[in-house]
């Protein structure tokens, strides 16, 4: 029993982290898409602020963070050539 505790709250703790994740990356999205670049900015970077933490404690896998802040900066630039 005490290891499907332990495995519950790591659960809880991880979904959590997975939707500030989630949160971050859409509203970074969503301000690219409406071409507000000073603010994207900041929220792209908060965004991958976010997914590096979750990848360092081992929320998220390490290369899908990478592939994450990549396709989000890949759409930042695009945004700020145009």
Do not use: F, W
């Amino acid at each position: 029993m005490p290891k499907l505790s332990k495995e519950e709250k790591r659960r809880l703790r991880n979904k959590s982290v997975r939707t500030y994740i989630k949160t971050r990356c859409t509203r970074a999205r969503d301000l690219i898409g409406r071409k507000e670049t000073d603010a994207a900015q900041g929220a792209v970077k908060q965004a991958i602020s976010a997914l590096d933490r979750a990848a360092k404690k081992g929320v998220i896998h390490p290369n899908k963070a990478a592939r994450r802040k990549s396709r989000l900066m890949k759409k930042l630039n695009q945004a700020l050539r145009s």
